[in-house]
């Protein structure tokens, strides 16, 4: 365990520590400012898809954005610039540098206990700054921020700062994320309050860039003894794959998890 990490006992601890830094005294309101990111098994690393997908990874990137678009239904994108492109292509499972959080805590309780087989293991949830993690970020994209008094970017904003993968990997000399809202394409990413972060560097994991600013994030571990109540309560409060997966199969994964017998059980 380290200093960024903190391990609860009880509902009520996790309650406290996924809220204990939302409140803002300069609005006199509780909001937070951290990304949030569930994982059932708190030993995973914050890999993209991409990083997962292995081999020469770096230099396919844009043969599969490129062949994703060339193949892709023409109204599938809202618009058609490289933003839009990758926003729908990690939202369809292409693998790409993108990786998914949201400003819900818990939704992201929610994919931390949603998988009953990981009910052994201890899942984490990440609480990540965004506006400290961008204050890291090279001058044209903070100013850019500063201009529209945000916090977050949207795919119009980064339209006008940066066209490619290559402009985003030359605008500075470290490595930086940054964390952006994908157009609202489906009612999942509504639902699910998402967001994405995207690396300058396609070979690094978020992880292991924010290992270099410990300032910016913490991780709350959910021991395993603990999640049974934690997805109850969450399905008690309609936290489920029912509303966060619109569709027939959201109803289905939430009823086949929701009728499932407790493990060790029949």
């Known amino acids: 365990m380290t200093d960024n990490e903190v391990r609860v006992d009880s509902w009520n601890d996790l309650q406290e520590a996924l809220f204990s830094d939302s409140w803002s005294p300069h609005l006199g309101r509780f909001r937070s400012r951290n ?6 098994d708190a030993r995973y690393p914050l890999e993209t ?12 990137e844009r043969h599969i954005l490129r062949n994703f678009k060339k193949y892709a239904h023409r109204n599938v994108a809202e618009g058609d610039t490289f933003w839009h492109w990758l926003s729908v292509a990690q939202h369809f499972g292409l693998p790409t540098r993108l990786l998914d959080w949201t400003y819900s805590p818990f939704v992201a309780l929610h994919f931390a206990t949603a998988n009953i087989e990981k009910f052994n293991t201890d899942g984490v949830i990440w609480a990540v700054n965004y506006v400290q993690a961008h204050q890291r970020l090279p001058k044209p994209l903070r100013s850019a921020l500063e201009r529209e ?11 006008d700062s940066v066209a490619s993968f290559e402009e985003l990997e030359g605008m500075g000399r470290e490595d930086f994320g940054l964390f952006f809202e994908p157009p609202s394409m489906e009612d999942r990413i509504v639902n699910q309050f998402a967001f994405f972060s995207i690396m300058s560097d396609p070979r690094h994991s978020v992880d292991s860039w924010l290992n270099q600013h410990p300032d910016v994030w913490r991780r709350i571990i959910i021991p395993a003894e603990l999640k049974w109540e934690v997805r109850d309560k969450l399905d008690q409060a309609n936290i489920t794959e029912r509303v966060l997966f619109p569709g027939l199969d959201g ?9 499932s017998p407790k493990l060790g059980e029949s």
């Open 35 to 40: 990304a949030f990111r569930g994982l059932s």
């Open 49 to 60: 898809t991409l990083i997962r997908l292995g081999g020469n990874f770096v230099n396919i």
């Open 149 to 159: 008094g945000a916090n977050v970017f949207t795919v119009e904003m980064l339209v």
């Open 251 to 259: 109803l289905s994964s939430w009823l086949k998890r929701h009728y």
